[in-house]
């Protein structure tokens, strides 16, 4: 890994765990193993590199869910792919907790790539949706869009109560409500 991968590796971590305020440019230099002239020869400073770090985790959340919802299957099936695949619920959505940091959505660049990020979730399971009550499955003939936003925010909101409570159990939960509401 080169120092620069080692440098956004170590600040989407940082950020996951600590927030965008929680982590210091030395605390990325320590996690990375790397001195402050490197850190500063690969970017021009925190929100330089904390953009190339979110926008890493929006790409891999990304591809992540564009697998799920590419597999063979009716909509629900690849929708239920998609909320079921493994995840650090405990941990949060790495996008999501950044929603909840007022300097990453103070800051237009840093907050670009989370809006594109639920922006192209929304818009990827609009098409799922409407790609099944095209093709005449069983969904609940509800607007594909409103259902989209409803499942991302109950996906989001699943992480919320799971760390509430300190237990997988609400989100597993909400994932299921969601898809016993797309089935009816």
């Given amino acids: 890994m080169t120092t620069q991968d080692r440098l956004i590796e170590s600040t989407r971590a940082l950020l996951w765990e600590r927030g965008y305020?929680?982590?210091?440019?030395?605390?990325i230099q320590q996690h990375a193993?790397?001195?402050?002239?490197?850190?500063?020869?690969?970017f021009t400073g925190k929100p330089d590199l904390a953009l190339a770090a979110i926008t890493r985790t929006a790409e891999e959340r990304r591809a992540q869910a564009e697998a799920q919802f590419s597999l063979p299957g009716t909509a629900v099936e690849r929708i239920t792919a998609y909320l079921r695949r493994e995840r650090e619920v405990l941990k949060g959505c790495p996008i999501g907790?950044?929603?909840?940091?007022?300097?990453?959505?103070a800051?237009?660049?840093?907050?670009?790539?989370?809006?594109?990020m639920f922006a192209w979730l929304r818009g990827r399971l609009t098409e799922v949706l409407t790609e099944g009550v095209e093709r005449g499955e069983p969904i609940r003939p509800l607007d594909p869009a409103a259902t989209a936003t409803a499942v991302v925010a109950v996906l989001q909101g699943g992480y919320v109560l799971a760390r509430?409570?300190?237990?997988?159990?609400?989100?597993?939960?909400?994932?299921?409500?969601?898809?016993?509401?797309l089935t009816g």
């Fill in 107 to 116: 800051d237009p660049l840093l907050r670009r790539p989370v809006e594109e």
């Fill in 21 to 27: 305020v929680g982590t210091s440019p030395k605390a």
């Fill in 164 to 181: 509430a409570a300190d237990s997988t159990e609400p989100f597993d939960q909400a994932v299921s409500g969601i898809l016993g509401l």
């Fill in 97 to 105: 907790r950044l929603t909840q940091d007022p300097d990453v959505m």
């Fill in 33 to 42: 193993g790397v001195g402050q002239g490197s850190m500063y020869h690969h």
